[in-house]
């Protein structure tokens, strides 16, 4: 009889596979637990922080109910005699723009550079569209206009209010946290069973470390998709991953566009990404020269097809009048136009759909991260990942438990995967192994530095037991 095309039996295929995976086990789970162990508090943080900020966004509605929402009228004023009434509420700020209503009960934000408001932001003066009445006064920050409640959350998950030092924490929670999911994910998968759906669910009857493993893997396995994307998604924020993202980025041809205001029409691009940094408002000088208004100015931009949830920042010296959609619920709307300010002449236009495929992806990926990408279904699921994050953090430091030294009263890690667990990995597997580590730990700084730390820290520990044992 022939032999099989590939020259070998499936059994033998079967047999080479479990081998390789046999090697490669102590040293996945070594290094899933020393990564969880050590690395476990700092995600802890970010998902407990990740899921208030989740739940941030109908807060906001709760406690600034009477800012954001106003008794619905018969008929809205225009938008100038509500910019002026924002203008003599604060006549010491400068309007950098204005957001109306997109709901019937929605007030209008007036957004303003003014003395005592931090760099970065804006005062958001709240208006209420039918009668110009003033509903109040808050600082906004960010392009999706977060009021204080979520902006004290935001920093407080992206660097612990500890400026670019804190980002450091945040930084290196990403770097690891899809290197976790992934290990976990080939361990919890690669153990025998007899029917491999059983790795979908806990295991009945289980009691002990086994039923805390059984929840943890279980859960992992449902959770791994969308951590890994979060991870992914985070790192695009990061100071040294991102820097390296942007530029592969940009490489590729998938740089995000902008619409051009400058009034010699043409288009321009930026490299940088919307969501938790900047605000998008900036204000360089009120504009000297004839202005047909805002409302003229709005006119223009529907007629070019420019509707819905909108933002319009009001021109400068030497620029024009940017008005954009920023519904980024699916599907998005996120065309925008620049308009002359002498003539109502739309100069420049700018649609979601003409934005490079990479750059599609990037603003998709970094709204869903957000939790806006579908507004509450991704809130409430961005929810649901941080909460299993937490148990799944809660539960391995359990298992950490279950495996103290219980008769030792020393400080100890617990009992880990023997040594020496890379001396049984195959040269052929163990060298392509070691060079994409060296990749990735180029690729994404934070995880370099920090795996080079724990090998550092695995070999002082070695050294220190091979000391007392031949005491």
Do not use: C
Not at 77 to 98: E, I
Not at 111 to 125: I, N, T
Not at 396 to 412: I, V
Not at 435 to 446: C, N
Request: charged letters at 20%.
């Amino acid at each position: 009889m022939d032999a099989p095309p590939e020259g070998r039996t499936e059994t033998e295929r079967e047999t080479a596979a479990d081998s390789g995976w046999r090697a490669l086990r102590p040293l996945a789970l070594r290094l899933h637990f020393y990564a969880g162990l050590l690395i476990g508090p700092l995600l802890l943080i970010s998902a407990v922080s990740g899921l208030l900020y989740a739940l941030s966004y109908q807060a906001e509605k709760i406690v600034y109910r009477h800012e954001l929402t106003v008794p619905v009228g018969e008929r809205a004023l225009p938008l100038s005699d509500q910019l002026t009434a924002a203008r003599d509420a604060r006549p010491d700020g400068t309007v950098t723009a204005v957001w109306p209503g997109a709901e019937d009960d929605d007030s209008t934000r007036v957004l303003m550079s003014a003395p005592g408001v931090p760099e970065g932001k804006s005062l958001a003066v709240f208006v209420d569209p039918y009668t110009a009445e003033v509903r109040g006064e808050l600082v906004s920050y960010g392009s999706s206009g977060a009021l204080p409640l979520r902006t004290w959350l935001d920093s407080l998950h992206r660097d612990l209010f500890l400026g670019d030092l804190g980002r450091h924490y945040s930084e290196l929670g990403a770097s690891w946290l899809w290197v976790v999911a992934l290990g976990g994910l080939l361990l919890w998968t690669g153990r025998r069973r007899a029917r491999k759906r059983e790795m979908l669910r806990p295991e009945p009857g289980a009691k002990g470390r086994r039923r805390v493993l059984s929840l943890h893997g279980s859960v992992g396995i449902w959770a791994v998709t969308a951590l890994v994307l979060l991870s992914a998604t985070g790192l695009t924020w990061s100071r040294y991953a991102g820097e390296n993202i942007g530029a592969v980025q940009d490489q590729l041809g998938g740089t995000t566009p902008s619409v051009s205001a400058t009034l010699e029409g043409g288009s321009g691009e930026h490299a940088g990404h919307e969501g938790h940094e900047g605000h998008g408002s900036g204000d360089t000088g009120p504009r000297r020269g004839t202005d047909i208004g805002i409302d003229r100015a709005l006119g223009a931009a529907r007629e070019a097809g420019i509707g819905g949830k909108m933002a319009i920042t009001l021109p400068s010296d030497g620029t024009g009048y940017v008005v954009r959609e920023t519904d980024a619920t699916f599907p998005v709307h996120l065309d925008s136009v620049a308009v002359d300010p002498s003539d109502g002449r739309v100069i420049d236009e700018l649609r979601f759909g003409d934005y490079p495929l990479l750059a599609q992806l990037t603003r998709l990926g970094i709204d869903a991260h957000m939790g806006v990408l579908l507004g509450l279904p991704n809130q409430l699921a961005l929810a649901a990942v941080a909460l299993s994050l937490i148990l799944l953090i809660l539960w391995g430091y359990r298992m950490w438990w279950h495996r103290r030294p219980t008769r030792s009263r020393r400080l100890s890690g617990g009992r880990p995967v023997p040594r020496g667990a890379w001396r049984r990995v195959p040269l052929t597997l163990l060298l392509p192994l070691v060079a994409a580590m060296a990749l990735i730990g180029w690729f994404v700084p934070l995880l370099g530095i920090s795996l080079v730390g724990f090998l550092l820290i695995d070999a002082v520990a070695g050294a220190v037991m091979r000391a007392r044992a031949t005491r």
